[in-house]
């Protein structure tokens, strides 16, 4: 079962590579919800009375992603960054790299676009008027092929080691570019929970918004408390948060209070409704889609515009061991015409110019065909797309085989790709921060920016 759950989809059909055992969300190494509460039983008896048991549910958005299952200097185009993930690993020759008429490419048929000489598959058609937007990457390539593993690696750029765990990339951006006074979250995931801040402390980790339809949960004071009395309660609780950091010197308490205090100054934030579909017009809805990744996609547009650095929005599903070519219909008549939407969106509301849209998974699918109508895992050749904030545009990089098997000219590898994302949010690549064990880590793997995608 990869990281997330599979609605019942999940096939048990050959695979070619093996299955490792579930791991936390947050790669194991992020502190939970409880972990700095185990000093004194006063101190847990507070905050299950108090105001920590009033803002418990609304903090565990930001502390712990399972249980919701202007920077100076910057060169970047790009001041947000909208993550669209494809969880499971979406076959590119059903996609973005089609080869029909092979022994490979299957039924799929292709479709022209407005840029002349670049197709793509039928199932994705809705994007065929966009891609004068978008910078297809068809040459991606990594050793993960493991959901896992894979996860991992494209949320951070690291592949997993015993020995630390890596920051996401959303959580570098609310580091680098985040206001640590915003009343919005700076990171916010939407339909899964992501992957965690890691040392980068649970301030800088994802809001988690388990379903778009619905504004954030427990923002509202309950009966029979009033801003008097909650004003009391958080007294009370920085008085005891502040003991305790002066009885064990945890640097991580202090990552917590700052979640305390996100999470108040959004229960108050006249910009919470960013987080309201209910304010659109009918046509904007059914031009996103009545579901639940239309509506994440365009929450993810309300909240850049509202101020958010970093969203993710989660479609499941793409696991396609069986019956590959319907499920991947399936899935591309949810995920295009919203990605369509978005980018339309974006642009009439100039804000294409300074979003970077995302659209990927955690590798390929292979060119066979397997006995179940379906392909199986491949991070040899994939796919992945750029759209928007200072890309170049119009573009296809990389270039796969006859068969979708190999990359065969301009191969892209996971850490150049961050370097690439990173530079067009105007971070540097190769800042490094400093673990708790004295190890220094950088936001990508040793990655150099592509330059040819970047206009």
């Known amino acids: 079962m990869t990281r997330y759950e599979h609605n019942g989809m999940e096939p048990h059909g050959q695979q070619e590579w093996q299955e490792q055992p579930q791991q936390e969300a947050c790669g194991g190494g992020c502190p939970g919800p409880m972990d700095l509460f ?7 008896g507070f905050l299950r009375v ?25 060169s970047g185009a790009a001041r947000s960054c909208i993550l ?10 059903e996609t973005f790299d089609p080869k029909p008429g092979t022994s490979t ?35 991606m390539t990594s050793r993960e092929g493991n959901h896992q593993r894979a996860q991992y690696l494209l ?35 939407i339909s899964g929970p992501s992957i965690g801040a890691a040392f980068l402390g649970v301030q800088h980790g994802p809001f988690v918004v388990n379903n778009p339809a619905q504004p954030p949960q427990n923002i509202a004071y309950p009966r029979n408390v009033n801003k008097e009395r909650f004003q009391i309660r958080q007294d009370a609780l920085s008085l005891l948060e502040a003991q305790f950091a002066a009885q064990t010197g945890d640097p991580k308490v202090q990552g917590r209070r700052d979640v305390y205090s996100k999470a108040i100054r959004l229960m108050h934030s006249p910009r919470l409704r960013a987080f309201d579909l209910t304010e659109e017009p009918t046509a904007v809805k059914q031009a996103y889609g009545d579901n639940n990744f239309g509506r994440g996609c365009l929450m993810a547009r309300r909240l850049v515009e509202a101020g958010v650095k970093f969203v993710e929005v989660v479609l499941d599903g793409w696991d396609t061991h069986q019956d590959n070519f319907n499920r991947v219909a399936r899935l591309g008549g949810i995920f295009a015409p919203a990605m369509a939407a978005l980018i339309r969106d974006l642009k009439e509301r100039n804000l294409l110019d300074s979003t970077l849209i995302l659209w990927m998974g955690e590798f390929g699918r292979t060119p066979r065909i397997n006995g179940s109508e379906g392909r199986d895992h491949y991070p040899q050749a994939w796919s992945a797309v750029l759209a928007g904030g200072g890309i170049r545009r119009g573009i296809v990089y990389g270039q796969t085989d006859e068969t979708g098997a190999r990359v065969v000219h301009q191969p ?14 105007g971070m540097d690549p190769d800042k490094t921060v400093m673990t708790p064990i004295g190890r220094p880590i950088a936001i990508t793997e040793k990655g150099r920016p592509i330059r040819e995608l970047i206009a």
């Not at 892209?412 to 949010?425: I, Q």
């Open 84 to 93: 669209l993930w494809m969880n499971g690993g979406p076959s590119h020759l």
């Open 155 to 189: 949320h951070t750029g690291y592949a997993p080691t015993g020995s630390v765990t890596h920051p996401s990339l959303g959580a570098w951006v609310s580091r680098e570019l985040g206001d640590p006074q915003a009343d919005l979250p700076a990171f916010v995931s």
């Open 412 to 425: 892209v590898t996971v850490p150049d790709f961050f370097a690439t994302v990173a530079t067009l949010l």
């Open 50 to 74: 108090g105001t920590g048991g009033l803002l418990s549910l609304l903090f565990a958005q930001w502390l712990d992603p399972r249980a919701a299952c202007a920077q100076n200097g910057r």
């Open 38 to 44: 185990t000093s004194t039983i006063d101190r847990r």
């Open 105 to 139: 490419g299957g039924p799929t048929r292709v479709v022209r676009t407005r840029v002349p000489g670049i197709e793509i598959s039928e199932y994705v058609a809705p994007l065929a008027d966009c891609t004068d937007e978008m910078a297809i990457i068809r040459g």
